[in-house]
C-alpha cells in the first residue's frame, strides 16, 4: 500500500514538473511576440505606472526627513563669507534731480576708468584735482560717451586707497513706438541655479517682500519644470523656443553647437520699436557667459578683433545693449578671479555686493525709459547662486527685498522673477534623491502692478492665476511674452507634443498635464510624484549599470584615439572607468512598448581613488526583440579640476585624469563585483574577448591586440532576454569595444544566452 502511494505521488510530482516547465516556457514565449507588454514586466517589484498625477494634478515631492537635517547642516547653521558694506566709500556721486555729478576734493588725484570702444578693456585717465575729475564725468553725463559705468580710482599721496564705481543712467535714443500709448516694457531677472526649494530657505526676507505684495499683484508659478540643469538649453528655450533632442549634448566646457538665438524674442521686441538690455555678472573676456553662448569666442585673436566679433554677435541677437555687465572683468580681476564661480566666496566691490551694482542700474536704466516714454525689455542673469556650498545665495537676501518692492511701483512694466534650475555640485545633490530631483525644479514669480493688470485685463489675469497650480516650463514662457509683440504667433508642429498655447500662459493650460508633456531634454527628473517609479537597489540592475559604464568608457577610448592617432593606446591620462556602484534607480513608462531607466553610476579609475557620479538614461525597447540602449548621460560630481590634465580631444565631463598614465590596455578591471576574464576569440591571434559575468547578465567587449582593423560579426539568441542590438562590430588597433549586453528581462523565470562570434579579415 506504501509502496502505491510513493509510486502515485511521485507520478503527480513528475506532472507537476512538467507542467511548470510548460507554464514557464509559453510565458517565457510571450516575452518574445511584439504584443505590447504589460507595465514593469522586467521590473516585478512594481505593479502599475501612472502618470505623476493625483486627481489630474501635479503633486511636487516631499522632501524626506533625512534630506531636512541634512538641509539643516549644510544651510540652515552655516553663514557665507558677506560684503562689508562699511567698507564702502563714495567720492562722486550722481544727483538724479539735477542730473549732474559732483565730487569730493578728498583725493590728492583721480584716475577715471572707461571702456574703450576699440577693444572693449578699460582705458583709464588721471586727474589731479577733484573739479577736473567732475567737468570730466559731467561731460560724460551730457553726451552718452559711456556703458553705464565709470571707476573711479582715488589716490592720497602716490598711493590708491580705493575704487569707486560709479552708476551712469543711459542717454535714451528715442524710437518711434507703434503705437499711441506706450506698449508695455518688461524686465527680467534670471537667477541661476537656485531652485524654487532653496530661494524659499535661503531668502526669508525676499519671500517675505514676496507675500507683502497685493494678492493681485504676484502670480506664482509653483509647478515649473526645468528643460535641463543647464543655463543654455533654459533660456534658448525662453528665448527662442528652441530645443536641441540631441542624443549627444555638448559639454559644459565646449561651445554649443549653435548660438543662443535671443534674435527670436528680442527681434520681436526691436520691430515694434523697444530698447533691448542684457545684463550680466560675467567677464566678456573670459570662457563664459554671452560671448560664449553667441559662439564670438575666440580667445586666439587679438584683443580688437575679439571684441568686434562679440559686437558683431550681440547685433545679430538684437542686444542693443550690455552696459554694466562690461564692468565684471575689472571687478572680477580685483578678487584675482576670471569668473565667479566656486572659487569667489562672495564678488564684492568697494564693500557692496556685486547684484547690488546691477538691480541699482536697471533701476537707473528704467527710470530713463519712462522719462522718455519708451517701452523696452531688459534681462539680467545673476550668478550668485551657482556657488557649491549653496550658502553663497544668502548674499542675494540683502538686495532682492528692495527690488521686489520697487518692481510693483514700474507702473508699465511687467517684472519676472525666475531660475533656470537648481545647484548642480556639493553634497545635498549628490547625497540625496531629493537634492537631485530639486535641480528640475525651478522658481517664476510675475509682478504685475495695477496700471499693468488694467491693461492686460481680466481674461488674461485670470489664465495666469489659473495656471499657477498646473506643470509649466520655459516654453510656455516663450510664448507668454512673444504674443505680446507678435499678434498672431504660431506652434509649429514639434512644440504641439508638449500642448502650448500660441498665447501661452495667457491662456489656460491643461490641468491634466504631465512630465511628458513639456519638454524635458535627457538627463532630467521629473517634479511630479510618481512620474518616475523608485526602484530598489539590487543585483538585478548591476548588469544594466555595468552596460552604462561600458559605453562611456567605449565613447571616452573613442575620442581619446581620435585626438591622438598617433598613439597605441586605448586610453590616456583620462582613465577607463570601473564601476563601483549605483543607486536612486527608477523607470518612467509612457507606453507600453517601452520603459526609460534612470540611475546614479559611481566609478572610479585604477589610479584614483575617488567615487565620481555620473547620471544615466537608458532605454528598453520592447518590440521584436527586447533592446537596450543608453539614451544619455551627465556627470554629477565637478569635473572642472581635471581640466588642466585632460587629453587633447576628450570631452572633460567624460575625464578622470592624472598625469601618470594608466596601462595601454587595462584590461583586467572588476566593475561592480564582476572581475574580467579573458579569452582569445578562436583562433585569432589579436583579437581578446573581455566578458564580465552578473547573477542575472553578461557584459562582453572585444580587444584589437594589433595594428590591422578587425570585424566581428555577432548572432545572440537566448530566452527571456534583454540585449544590445549590434550585428557586426569594427575594432579598430589597440582599441576596446563593447560586443554586447545580454541582460535577464523578468526575475521570475529563467534566462540563457547563445552567442555566436566570427572574425572577417
Not at 227 to 235: A, C, I, L
Not at 589 to 598: K, M
Request: net charge neutral.
Amino acid at each position: 500500500m506504501h509502496l502505491k502511494l510513493r509510486l502515485v505521488l511521485i507520478a503527480f510530482a513528475g506532472i507537476a514538473i512538467f507542467l511548470l516547465y510548460i507554464t514557464e516556457s509559453f510565458l517565457a514565449s510571450l516575452i518574445h511576440t511584439k504584443t505590447a507588454l504589460p507595465a514593469h514586466v522586467w521590473l516585478p517589484e512594481q505593479s502599475e505606472w501612472h502618470s505623476g498625477m493625483e486627481n489630474g494634478k501635479c503633486i511636487p515631492h516631499n522632501v524626506s526627513a533625512d534630506a531636512l537635517r541634512l538641509i539643516d547642516d549644510l544651510f540652515l547653521f552655516q553663514e557665507p563669507e558677506r560684503c562689508q558694506p562699511e567698507l564702502f566709500k563714495e567720492v562722486c556721486r550722481l544727483s538724479p534731480r539735477i542730473h549732474a555729478i559732483t565730487c569730493d576734493n578728498m583725493c590728492k588725484s583721480y584716475k577715471i576708468g572707461l571702456i574703450r570702444e576699440q577693444n572693449g578693456t578699460t582705458h583709464w585717465r588721471r586727474f589731479i584735482n577733484s573739479q577736473r575729475a567732475e567737468a570730466f564725468l559731467n561731460r560724460l553725463l551730457a553726451n552718452g560717451n559711456h556703458r553705464g559705468f565709470a571707476f573711479v580710482d582715488c589716490f592720497v599721496r602716490q598711493e590708491q586707497t580705493f575704487t569707486q564705481l560709479l552708476l551712469l543712467p543711459p542717454v535714451v535714443e528715442e524710437k518711434r513706438v507703434a503705437s499711441d500709448e506706450v506698449p508695455l516694457s518688461i524686465n527680467i531677472v534670471f537667477l541661476d541655479s537656485l531652485s524654487r526649494a532653496h530661494f524659499k530657505r535661503m531668502l526669508p526676507e525676499s519671500v517675505k517682500a514676496l507675500q507683502s505684495l497685493e494678492k493681485s499683484s504676484l502670480v506664482d508659478f509653483r509647478l515649473v519644470q526645468s528643460v535641463k540643469h543647464r543655463t543654455y538649453e533654459n533660456v534658448q528655450a525662453l528665448f527662442a523656443g528652441k530645443l536641441d533632442f540631441t542624443l549627444n549634448p555638448f559639454g559644459v566646457y565646449d561651445l554649443p553647437p549653435e548660438p543662443l538665438h535671443l534674435e527670436v524674442l528680442f527681434g520681436a521686441y526691436r520691430r515694434r520699436g523697444y530698447h533691448t538690455l542684457w545684463l550680466e555678472d560675467l567677464c566678456w573676456q573670459w570662457e563664459w557667459g554671452l560671448v560664449k553662448d553667441l559662439l564670438a569666442l575666440d580667445a586666439e585673436l587679438p584683443m580688437a578683433d575679439r571684441w568686434r566679433r562679440f559686437q558683431a554677435a550681440l547685433e545679430r541677437a538684437e542686444v542693443e545693449r550690455v552696459d554694466l555687465s562690461l564692468a565684471s572683468c575689472h571687478v572680477l580681476k580685483s578678487l584675482n578671479a576670471k569668473d565667479p564661480f566656486g572659487k569667489v566666496p562672495v564678488v564684492c566691490f568697494n564693500g557692496k555686493l556685486g547684484d547690488e551694482y546691477f538691480l541699482d542700474y536697471l533701476h537707473l536704466y528704467h527710470g530713463a525709459m519712462a522719462a522718455k516714454r519708451q517701452p523696452y525689455i531688459s534681462f539680467f542673469m545673476s550668478n550668485t547662486a551657482h556657488d557649491p556650498s549653496g550658502l553663497r545665495a544668502k548674499n542675494l537676501d540683502s538686495v532682492l527685498p528692495k527690488f521686489i518692492r520697487s518692481a510693483d511701483r514700474l507702473s508699465n512694466t511687467l517684472t519676472i522673477l525666475l531660475s533656470d534650475h537648481g545647484n548642480s555640485y556639493g553634497p545635498y545633490p549628490e547625497d540625496t534623491v531629493d537634492g537631485k530631483l530639486e535641480l528640475y525644479h525651478p522658481f517664476v514669480f510675475v509682478v504685475i502692478p495695477d496700471q499693468v493688470r488694467a491693461r492686460l485685463g481680466p481674461a488674461k489675469m485670470d489664465a495666469l492665476r489659473g495656471n499657477q497650480d498646473r506643470l509649466v516650463s520655459f516654453l510656455d514662457l516663450h510664448y507668454t511674452l512673444l504674443s505680446l509683440v507678435d499678434p498672431k504667433p504660431v506652434v509649429p508642429p514639434e512644440h504641439r507634443q508638449f500642448r502650448v498655447n500660441e498665447r501661452g500662459l495667457w491662456q489656460p493650460v491643461p490641468e491634466n498635464r504631465t512630465c511628458a508633456e513639456v519638454p524635458r531634454l535627457q538627463p532630467n527628473h521629473c517634479i511630479c510624484q510618481g512620474f518616475e517609479a523608485p526602484l530598489t537597489n539590487r543585483s538585478f540592475y548591476a548588469p544594466l549599470a555595468d552596460y552604462a559604464l561600458t559605453r562611456l568608457n567605449e565613447v571616452l577610448s573613442m575620442q581619446f584615439r581620435r585626438g591622438n592617432s598617433r598613439s597605441v593606446a586605448s586610453f590616456g591620462a583620462c582613465q577607463k572607468l570601473v564601476g563601483t556602484w549605483y543607486e536612486h534607480i527608477s523607470e518612467v513608462r509612457t507606453q507600453a512598448s517601452s520603459a526609460i531607466l534612470t540611475m546614479y553610476v559611481h566609478a572610479r579609475t585604477a589610479l584614483l581613488e575617488v567615487d565620481e557620479i555620473f547620471f544615466v538614461i537608458l532605454e528598453i525597447i520592447y518590440e521584436d526583440k527586447n533592446v537596450v540602449r543608453l539614451l544619455s548621460f551627465d556627470r554629477i560630481t565637478a569635473y572642472a579640476p581635471y581640466a588642466a590634465c585632460v587629453d587633447e580631444g576628450v570631452q572633460l565631463k567624460l575625464c578622470v585624469c592624472s598625469k601618470r598614465k594608466s596601462d595601454m590596455l587595462p584590461l583586467g578591471s572588476v566593475s561592480f563585483n564582476a572581475p574580467s576574464e579573458l579569452d582569445a576569440l578562436g583562433d585569432s591571434r589579436c583579437l581578446e574577448k573581455v566578458s564580465r559575468s552578473h547573477p542575472d547578465g553578461i557584459i562582453m567587449e572585444i580587444v584589437n591586440l594589433c595594428r590591422e582593423e578587425a570585424t566581428v560579426r555577432i548572432k545572440l539568441e537566448g530566452r527571456n532576454m534583454i540585449s544590445t542590438e549590434q550585428r557586426q562590430v569594427q575594432v579598430h588597433p589597440f582599441a576596446m569595444h563593447l560586443l554586447f549586453v545580454s541582460i535577464k528581462q523578468d526575475e521570475r523565470f529563467k534566462w540563457d544566452y547563445r552567442v555566436y562570434l566570427k572574425p572577417i579579415s
